[in-house]
């Protein structure tokens, strides 16, 4: 067995070690908050924020329980093109995870300005360029990966895939950076706006709650973001340049969802608390 084999497996062990620990997160916080997303999610009125929140929770845990189940030997096959298939997997998966997040945060950052049109038509037109460029790109690489060579190998002495890797394979979490911190800035200026308004909002556990997680949100996205372009750029033709899909993807969709799920589990609050709150959701949109 030549050096490179064993660096393979080294990697391989610790990619599968991440994908493990991202589905147990996915898993554990699914049952952890199952009883309220039946309660504030299953038991409301059908909205875009509702398709869009479930369509993601449970895509992802469909789509990383395969994920894994390939990562750790038991879902594989003899034939040639498996991991020319599972190649395409992995690319549509990783654009699904991330892309049906950030929807979730559109959606959420739009009430947030007051759901004004010229707010909606700059939200739509940089998701629609983000979009546009992170398809085109996926779908051109696999294409020619399908072509030429497959996007992923068997790892000698398993049956588990590794990505051939590609010099450009950053230029995707690079704008999936760009509008992280986009999405961030306008979420936080109107939340600042309403923190120096009024004070008695400081004190207002909407505010708090939402503060937190949208800042919990953005700070797991960029950093998913960030390590996927480092993990690309150095583990070139590597295992380790997929962990961001192993573990970070998991993460990130984990606080997006809790961005939802806390916000209509506030919907329900106490008498002192009531005046500040339906004022408050009227600039944040919790009820949307």
Same mark, same amino acid.
Request: aromatic share 12%; charged share 15%.
């Given at each position: +067995?030549?050096?490179?084999?064993?660096?393979? @497996?080294?990697?391989? /062990?610790?990619?599968?070690?991440?994908?493990?620990?991202?589905?147990?997160?996915?898993?554990?916080?699914? *049952?952890?908050? /199952?009883?309220?997303?039946?309660?504030?999610?299953?038991?409301?009125?059908?909205?875009?924020?509702?398709?869009?929140?479930?369509? %993601?929770?449970?895509?992802? @845990?469909?789509?990383? *329980?395969?994920?894994? @189940?390939q990562e750790v030997n038991l879902f594989v096959s003899s034939s040639d093109k498996f991991c020319l298939y599972f190649g395409w997997f992995t690319a549509l998966f990783g654009v699904f995870s991330g892309e049906t997040i950030q929807v979730? &945060?559109?959606?959420?950052?739009?009430?947030?300005?007051?759901?004004?049109?010229? &707010?909606?038509?700059?939200?739509?037109s940089t998701y629609i360029v983000y979009f546009t460029i992170c398809a085109s790109f996926t779908f051109y690489t696999m294409a020619m990966a399908s072509v030429h060579d497959p996007a992923l190998l068997v790892v000698e002495g398993t049956s588990v895939c590794a990505p051939r890797g590609t010099l450009n394979a950053w230029i995707v979490p690079c704008v999936g950076l760009l509008l992280d911190v986009?999405?961030?800035? +306008?979420?936080?200026?109107?939340l600042v706006k309403i923190f120096r308004r009024t004070q008695q909002f400081r004190h207002s556990l909407i505010y708090r709650v939402l503060a937190r997680d949208a800042f919990l949100f953005f700070f797991t996205s960029i950093l998913s973001s960030v390590m996927t372009i480092v993990s690309q750029s150095v583990f070139v033709n590597d295992p380790?340049?997929?962990?961001?899909?192993?573990? /970070?993807?998991?993460?990130?969709?984990?606080?997006?969802?809790?961005?939802?799920?806390?916000?209509?589990?506030?919907?329900?609050?106490?008498?002192?608390?009531?005046?500040? %709150?339906?004022? @408050?959701?009227?600039?944040?949109? &919790?009820?949307?």
């Open positions: +067995m030549s050096e490179s084999v064993q660096l393979d @497996l080294s990697s391989l /062990f610790v990619r599968r070690l991440l994908a493990v620990g991202g589905q147990s997160l996915l898993l554990y916080d699914y *049952f952890l908050t /199952f009883p309220h997303e039946l309660d504030h999610v299953w038991h409301a009125k059908w909205s875009t924020v509702k398709a869009v929140f479930l369509v %993601n929770r449970y895509g992802i @845990l469909v789509g990383q *329980f395969l994920y894994t @189940l979730l &945060v559109i959606l959420r950052a739009w009430p947030i300005w007051g759901c004004t049109r010229p &707010v909606a038509i700059t939200l739509i986009f999405a961030s800035l +306008m979420v936080a200026y109107p380790l340049s997929q962990i961001s899909l192993a573990f /970070f993807h998991p993460l990130s969709a984990v606080v997006g969802q809790r961005v939802v799920l806390n916000l209509r589990k506030l919907r329900s609050q106490s008498s002192s608390e009531s005046i500040i %709150n339906s004022t @408050l959701e009227r600039h944040i949109g &919790v009820t949307r």
